[in-house]
């Protein structure tokens, strides 16, 4: 496969990752992947989430939700009843409160759309390696700040998963799944997942607090997937990262192109009709996504390919989520 190709739905004969290019506009390569985390200081996630404190928007890394349980101590006047630890106040009959400590290892999950529709480019580089710099550049932030890195790439049949750790090592395995994504097979894993039961895997994964970064097409979006954010944004912030090939939004009034993954080709013709409809369907799906997500507090960040991913997050996570 390369840029300028698609692999359309359903064709036969579907390369192996060996058969696959090298090129890490086709494949995100793990070297390149790791050499992120340098650039990766200039993602302003943690700002950004501390500045939204203010409006109440998000939750904190150091407030709220974003506070263990450390220990119990007598009430003393002025602690917040909230607080109250009604266990021990029952079992020594004096009123105790709960003391809570900053948690500054949070989780932060990231879940890549690894499916066959993800494969595709016409410039620059596929959308699954768009996806894969963005992850990357998010990860290493996270890794950088203390927090916990971990997620799942996934396929229409395979998901692997990467459980929140501190360690480097997590941040590598979950680049290394990346790297091995194979279209039509997907990363190496036991259980095949679509959108739908990825943002179940990382509902699995997620605590109060966590902070949680969903990376795709958003291909498929419906009633059942909003539903299923709309639990996951309970457990914390979440992000969508909306990622696209500039054809799928400005598709030419008219002409045939020839599709191919190297080894098939297929030819479409678009007609000037066809061209418009297939515009409106991407601003259609575009436009529920945001929509949806301002009436979740969700933040949507939108990549076409032919963007740097860098200032794109940039620009994504310093925006006032109200204005989004």
């Known amino acids: 496969m390369r840029p300028g190709t698609a692999p359309p739905s359903g064709i036969a004969g579907t390369p192996s990752a060996s058969a696959l290019p090298s090129d890490d506009r086709v494949r995100p390569r793990l070297d390149t992947l790791v050499r992120l985390s340098a650039p990766s ?12 404190i203010q409006s109440g928007q998000y ?3 150091f407030k709220g939700r974003g506070m263990e349980f450390a220990e119990s101590r007598p009430y003393i006047a002025g602690d917040d009843v909230r607080s109250l630890d009604w266990r021990v106040t029952a079992r020594t009959g004096r009123v105790h409160t709960k003391l809570f400590r900053e948690e500054r290892e949070r989780p932060v999950l990231l879940a890549v759309d690894g499916r066959a529709g993800m494969f595709f480019g016409t410039r620059h580089e596929f959308k699954f ?5 963005l992850a990357a550049l998010i990860a290493w932030s996270a890794h950088h700040h203390g927090d916990r890195v971990g997620g799942l790439v996934f396929s229409e049949h395979a998901r692997a998963e990467v459980k929140p750790e501190q360690h480097r090592r997590s941040v590598l395995n979950l680049l290394q799944h990346l790297a091995d994504a194979v279209p039509g097979l997907g990363p190496a894993g036991a259980e095949p997942a679509g959108l739908e039961e990825a943002i179940g895997g990382m509902e699995r994964h997620a605590r109060t607090g966590s902070l949680m970064f969903l990376f795709s097409d958003f291909r498929g979006f419906d009633d059942g997937i909003a539903t299923r954010l ?8 979440a992000v969508l990262i909306a990622v696209y090939d500039p054809l799928e939004r400005s598709v030419p009034s008219s002409g045939r192109y020839r599709f191919s993954d190297g080894f098939n080709e297929r030819s479409v013709n678009f007609s000037p009709d066809a061209a418009r409809e297939h515009r409106r369907r991407f601003e259609d799906r575009l436009q529920r996504l945001q929509s949806f997500a301002r009436g979740n507090r969700m933040r949507v960040i939108v ?3 032919d963007e740097d991913p860098l200032r794109t997050l940039q620009r994504g996570m310093a925006a006032d989520h109200r204005h989004l």
Do not use: Y
């Open 41 to 52: 200081a200039a993602v302003p996630l943690h700002r950004a989430m501390a500045r939204a």
């Open 59 to 61: 939750l904190s890394r």
């Open 129 to 133: 390696v768009t996806a894969a710099r």
């Open 230 to 237: 709309s639990r996951l944004r309970r457990h914390g912030e």
């Open 303 to 305: 990549c076409a390919t």
